[in-house]
């Protein structure tokens, strides 16, 4: 079982349409949570990161955590063609508190 | 606050030969990792500093290889380059556990 998994996608939704990205991990006792967004040929971003269960909001972005379901997801609302990118979730695993645990990314494609 | 700057932003080397890649991490970060993207992949982890030692390392061979310096600056050296290095080599700096800034990346060739 990978530690950090994503759907690959690509997941496609129309312009102004919510779009749902899901994320699981493996070690229960993980305390750090991000989601990165990375447009291609560039570097990962940081937009969102969550410590605690609940929803935490940025804007047009809603981090969602449920450590007793060891899912992460990330809502984004009116999508708009400019969040076509690559979402990656990344993990801080209990017992090393620096080092980032990378899922492969969600393939996001927002159509106008 | 400056980023994490990353020098420099394209490199064309010959097969066998030596490449440097710099990082300046953000000022108070003390934490530096390296990270390997070949076109269309994920990231793959290749090094991780912190006050100036090496932590961890990815599945590499041996002439991946790197250092920190006491400002925490950091340089990745790939010795006898395989025209598979070929990748965005992208660097990031921490200082705790509040995730990772990313420099823009050097861009390696491999011809």
């Known amino acids: 079982q990978k530690e950090v998994e994503q759907n690959s996608g690509p997941l496609s939704v129309p312009e102004g349409a919510i779009a749902s990205l899901n994320c699981t991990y493996s070690?229960?006792?993980?305390?750090?949570f991000f989601w990165y967004r990375q447009y291609s040929g560039k570097s990962p971003e940081l937009i969102m990161s969550i410590y605690s269960n609940g929803d935490k909001e940025d804007g047009r972005f809603t981090a969602q955590l449920n450590k007793a379901s060891q899912y992460v997801s990330l809502l984004i609302r009116d999508s708009q063609p400019s969040d076509s990118a690559t979402y990656l979730c990344a993990v801080i695993n209990a017992g090393n508190n620096r080092k980032l645990i990378w899922g492969l990314g969600t393939s996001l494609a927002v159509n106008p | 606050e400056a980023g994490v700057t990353q020098s420099p932003t394209h490199l064309i080397k010959t097969r066998g030969q030596q490449a440097t890649l710099r990082c300046s991490p953000i000022s108070g970060h003390t934490s530096v990792y390296w990270y390997q993207q070949a076109l269309g992949l994920g990231l793959q982890f290749l090094l991780w500093?912190?006050?100036?030692?090496?932590?961890n390392r990815g599945n590499f061979p041996p002439r991946f290889s790197g250092r920190q310096f006491p400002n925490y600056s950091s340089e990745l050296n790939v010795n006898a380059l395989e025209l598979e290095d070929s990748a965005l080599y992208l660097c990031?700096?921490?200082?705790?556990?509040?995730?990772?800034?990313f420099g823009s990346g050097t861009r390696l060739t491999v011809v």
């Open positions: 990031a700096s921490s200082r705790s556990d509040r995730g990772y800034t």
């Open positions: 070690d229960r006792g993980s305390q750090s």
């Open positions: 500093y912190d006050e100036g030692e090496e932590r």
